[in-house]
Nanobody, 116 residues
Framework: VQLQASGGGLVQAGGSLRLSCELPDSTLAEHTIAWYKQPPGKRREHVAVIAGTGRTNYADAVKGRFTVSREHAKRMVYLQMNSLKPEDTAVYYC???????????WGQGTLVTVSS
């Protein structure tokens, strides 16, 4: 099983995008899900996480700009990205967060490009 992120695109600085992550298996419905980003030439890093309870946590760089949410009935997790900056440019991925790292093989990410 892999989680596929979607919704990326090209946006100007200050703009917004909403990324989506579908949970293909009902057994994942209550798992903690994290969003990660991998900027060009850099390592993949944690961006935001949402527990099955709805509790959230964010990397300092995105606090106040990004919001992670989930719809249990649709088995969907979202990342609303506002006030985008060029440094947000990256391939974004979603994955199960085990607390010590990703829990599934990496799926297809979605490219977000923010132009200045």
């Amino acid at each position: 099983v892999q989680l596929q992120a979607s919704g990326g695109g090209l946006v100007q600085a200050g703009g917004s995008l909403r990324l989506s992550c579908e949970l293909p298996d009902s057994t994942l419905a209550e798992h903690t899900i994290a969003w990660y980003k991998q900027p060009p030439g850099k390592r993949r890093e944690h961006v935001a996480v949402i527990a099955g309870t709805g509790r959230t946590n964010y990397a300092d760089a995105v606090k106040g700009r990004f919001t992670v949410s989930r719809e249990h009935a649709k088995r969907m997790v979202y990342l609303q990205m506002n006030s985008l900056k060029p440094e947000d440019t990256a391939v974004y991925y979603c994955n199960v967060d085990t607390g010590v790292g990703p829990g599934l093989p990496w799926g297809q990410g979605t490219l977000v490009t923010v132009s200045s």
